[in-house]
């Protein structure tokens, strides 16, 4: 199985500010995807964000934004003007090329500080 | 988005009962589910892979035996935890694939927790 690292387990940040959650991955495959999911209390997954590596160009989504260093094997993501909305547990996953593995990481739990 | 619907979301057994959880996809046709099992305050963890119309693929350290899974058609996979344990007791989570699409997302269902007593 691939494995999917967050070495954070909890996070916070000032309302309005800028937080980056971190993420680490081990693959053998060059090509698969990378993905930030939401968790709320509702326990329901939300995407947020999703990279395909052969893509270069770092994936944005308004105020979300991916750091993605294939070298590395790292997949940060940065949340810019964060919003008391955006507390939640913030998972990364993988999922290789085939379609077939889908793994997440350990989790980081975000507070939005009012 | 794509809609996955999975039923009940709240279940309560006695031991040594069977449970069957269903995840559907509503408005695609999924050949690839996965189903994840999640501890309180922990990741999800996967537990094993189906596809339509053959048999799940399942995890290190998961019983195939314990856990059925049967996806037998493209839009419905189901999950039945047999002679349930407490230490079954758990949040129970299915998604899947759009075979139709391929920005590689995964679609969830709201999810399912099981309370063996």
């Known amino acids: 199985a691939q494995t999917v690292t967050q070495s954070q387990p909890e996070m916070s940040v000032q309302e309005a500010e800028t937080v980056t959650l971190s993420c680490t991955y081990d693959?053998?495959?060059?090509?698969?995807?990378l993905f930030w999911y939401k968790q709320p209390p509702s326990r329901q997954m939300i995407l947020v964000i999703r990279?395909?590596?052969?893509?270069?160009q770092n994936a944005t989504e308004n105020r979300f934004s991916v750091n993605f260093q294939k070298a590395a094997k790292s997949f940060s993501l940065k949340i810019s003007d964060s919003q008391l909305g955006d507390a939640a547990m913030y998972f990364c996953?993988?999922?290789?090329?085939?379609?077939?593995?889908?793994?997440f990481g350990t989790g980081t739990s975000l507070t939005v500080i009012p | 988005g794509a809609v996955v619907s999975q039923h009940p979301s709240r279940v309560i057994c006695k031991s040594g009962t069977s449970v069957k959880i269903e995840c559907r996809s509503l408005?695609?046709?999924?050949?690839?589910m996965f189903w994840y099992r999640q501890f309180p305050k922990q990741s999800l963890m996967l537990m094993a892979t189906?596809?339509?119309?053959?048999?799940?693929?399942?995890e290190q350290g998961v019983e195939k035996d314990k856990f059925l899974i049967n996806h037998a058609s493209l839009t419905l996979s189901t999950l039945t935890v047999t002679s349930a344990h407490p230490e079954d007791s758990s949040f129970y989570i299915c998604?899947?694939?759009?075979?139709?699409?391929?920005?590689?997302?995964?679609?969830f269902g709201e999810g399912s927790r099981l309370t063996v007593l």
């Open positions: 998604s899947a694939r759009d075979r139709g699409e391929n920005t590689g997302e995964l679609f």
């Open positions: 693959t053998s495959e060059s090509d698969y995807y």
């Open positions: 990279q395909e590596a052969y893509k270069q």
């Open positions: 996953a993988y999922r290789n090329w085939a379609g077939n593995q889908f793994y």
């Open positions: 408005d695609f046709q999924a050949t690839t």
């Open positions: 189906s596809n339509e119309g053959s048999k799940a693929t399942y």
